[in-house]
């Protein structure tokens, strides 16, 4: 039997889930239940990633150890997950016992066959990335991802000789078409290792800096780099060495991440792989980001969609459509809202919802709810089939190669194809003519076209795809269903069996009206009750209610990093750790009463939630708050110091 092995990115569990995650943990659970029902042997892993130096921050700033603080973002991610429809048959964390093992067992392997070694290393340590980067790989002195300039660290560690391995690497690389997909990563990775000299892996962090973290098995004065120890999830879950599900399940490992991990899984992974011994995974599947009006989403700008507001909004199969049939797989895609009602609605209330309901409601006026046995066949027919023979095929290639949206789209050619069948044909004027065995014939192939697209969307909607067959009184179990069978077996469902009267899965849905666009039509409602609202809190001398005070997200930060604005004398770039991943740059006009060296190591007060602009074409997300007595400038600051992030309240 042939298996199929799904992994997921464990979460860094230094921020709380969003619509990033919702969609790889939704893109790796309909790969799953797809290759279920290819026939396959499955098993799917998810989890979260719970060591390394932003833990410890988020953890400060929450004012909790790093082990409570764990413990509640890991159950963030576990408590999503069933919300979201997920099927994962594991969820593993870094913290765990079984984990430690692992990753201790392995590194002391690689390190007896002398591939670990302990040296002196300088290097530019970004803290938010929790890794070394070299002149090259820095942007203009900047982390590439960050946009932030490390900090240049000196200290004795041990490494990883993973410049060992960089011509086996591109040699399986090359050899080994889909070992990265899509084909674009795949040529990113084998340009930076032609690009130059692979460097070794620094895989350790001493204790006098860093005590979160896998103690290595042999020096206790030293943990374990996050990325050797979070990679090695894909086989501790596993209960490698000697698990049956390592032996039964490895062999067809694939790893699904975003594309910021690219590196780490495409280098650091298999390389550590080969040096300790183990097959290399199958397939590493790389997918573009999520951009909200173009920017990649960020805690720090503020525009992070949350998965449940719009499962809970629009329906979890709706959003779980829209996820995979919007994004093309290692493409970056614009998220909106008025894109997902428009899917929404063309896709799944015009197209699939009418073809249901109306369907259903023929079946009810014309054979009393019960299916009718086909009798006289015409060349339509006959063509309808063919089509849904092609879109079934079309869906099966796309998907199981990643192309979800094409995959989704040929699925479609068949739900739009019965519309026009159903309009071509003329059931109504059938019925008048009394022309039953044609009719039934036409009633039957829409309904046992239904049957297979429901069995072929069960992947991407589960429950929607359970209800519709169960309109046509068919109980679904994967087990029981096979995609390539259905390429070629016509007439399953039971003639004389009876179906729902009507279907209404897919309701048109409206756009909320946004935020936004309330003051404006307040303002067109002249003489209305806006117009005296606003003459009311005009004569109210300022005043604001408790609720207004409370939209305001006042935070602790502590300054990193200053330096003048390029183009403004008034102005100063402020870099302010307020416990996110990423410092965040507030342009400050207080460049008259502050030097750059005043301001470094000084804690603010940022108003964190200020909608983010650019100011002489620098970005400022926030605004830093002072007083000014007479012609001195002072700066609001708590009395003592705090943890970065803290809120003001």
């Not at 309909?30 to 130096?53: A, P, V």
């Not at 410092?583 to 940022?606: K, N, T, W, Y």
């Not at 997300?621 to 700066?635: C, N, P």
Request: proline residues 5%.
């Amino acid at each position: 039997m042939e298996r199929f092995y799904i992994t997921t990115p464990i979460y860094y569990v230094n921020a709380k889930p969003h619509l990033g995650h919702a969609y790889t943990t939704t893109v790796a659970d309909s790969l799953c239940r797809f290759h279920r029902l290819m026939g396959e042997e499955t098993y799917f892993l998810t989890g979260t990633d719970e060591h390394g130096d932003k833990i410890v921050q988020a953890a400060e700033a929450e004012g909790k150890s790093p082990k409570e603080y764990v413990d509640v973002i890991s159950g963030l991610f576990r408590d999503l997950w069933p919300n979201m429809n997920i099927a994962n048959n594991d969820f593993i964390r870094t913290t765990e016992p079984r984990h430690i093992k692992v990753v201790q067992d392995i590194l002391q392997k690689v390190h007896d066959s002398g591939d670990i070694y302990f040296g002196e290393y300088g290097g530019h340590y970004c803290f938010g990335c929790e890794r070394f980067y070299t002149e090259k790989e820095l942007v203009d002195g900047l982390c590439p991802d960050h946009q932030t300039k490390p900090e240049y660290i000196a200290e004795k560690n041990y490494f990883f000789k993973m410049s060992k391995y960089q011509g086996w690497l591109k040699d399986h690389i090359t050899k080994n078409p889909d070992f990265i997909r899509p084909e674009q990563y795949r040529n990113e990775v084998l340009s930076l290792l032609e690009s130059g000299e692979l460097e070794d892996l620094c895989i350790s962090r001493p204790k006098s800096r860093l005590t979160w973290g896998i103690e290595l098995p042999f020096d206790k004065d030293f943990v374990t780099y996050v990325w050797f120890d979070a990679l090695i999830n894909y086989l501790s879950a596993l209960d490698y060495p000697e698990g049956d599900k390592f032996k039964k399940f490895w062999p067809a490992a694939n790893h699904l991440v975003a594309k910021d991990i690219l590196k780490p899984h495409a280098v650091f992974w298999p390389t550590m792989l080969k040096a300790a011994g183990i097959e290399p995974f199958q397939s590493l599947n790389v997918h573009g980001y999520w951009l909200i009006k173009n920017a990649k989403m960020s805690k720090s700008i503020g525009n992070v969609v949350e998965p449940l507001a719009m499962k809970d909004t629009y329906g979890l199969d709706a959003f779980r459509y829209f996820l995979l049939r919007e994004m093309s797989f290692g493409q970056d895609s614009s998220f909106s809202e008025e894109a997902l009602v428009g899917r929404l609605n063309a896709d799944l209330a015009n197209d699939l919802g009418n073809l249901f309901n109306r369907t259903l409601s023929m079946t009810h006026k014309y054979f009393g709810g019960e299916v009718p046995s086909p009798e006289i066949e015409d060349i339509v027919d006959a063509e309808i089939k063919k089509l849904g023979q092609n879109a079934m095929q079309s869906f099966q290639e796309h998907f199981g190669e990643l192309r979800f949206s094409r995959g989704l789209e040929g699925l479609w050619e068949l739900v739009r194809g019965l519309n026009k069948y159903i309009d071509a044909s003329a059931p109504w004027t059938l019925f008048k003519e009394k022309n039953t065995g044609r009719l039934s014939t036409v009633i039957y192939v829409l309904l046992e076209s239904m049957r297979k697209i429901a069995v072929h969307l069960w992947p991407v909607m589960p429950e929607s795809s359970e209800n519709m067959l169960k309109q046509l009184n068919i109980v679904f179990s994967p087990d029981k269903f096979n995609l390539p069978k259905e390429l070629d077996v016509w007439g399953v469902l039971e003639s004389g069996s009876t179906v729902a009267e009507t279907s209404n899965l897919f309701p048109r849905v409206e756009l909320p009206a946004s935020a936004d666009e309330a003051p404006a039509k307040e303002k067109k409602a002249k003489g209305g009750k806006a117009e005296a609202k606003a003459k009311t809190t005009a004569e109210d001398n300022g005043t604001i209610e408790f609720e207004d005070f409370q939209k305001l997200d006042l935070r602790v930060g502590t300054v990193v990093e200053v330096e003048p604005h390029p183009d403004a004398d008034r102005l100063l770039l402020v870099r302010v750790d307020t416990g996110e991943e990423a410092p965040r740059q507030v342009v400050a006009g207080i460049a008259e009463h502050f030097s750059p060296d005043d301001l470094m190591g000084r804690q603010v007060v940022v108003v964190a939630n200020l909608k983010p602009r650019k100011l002489r074409k620098q970005l400022s997300q926030g605004m830093i708050l002072a007083v000014k007595s007479g012609e001195t400038l002072h700066l609001l600051t708590p009395s003592g110091d705090v943890a970065p992030g803290s809120k003001v309240s």
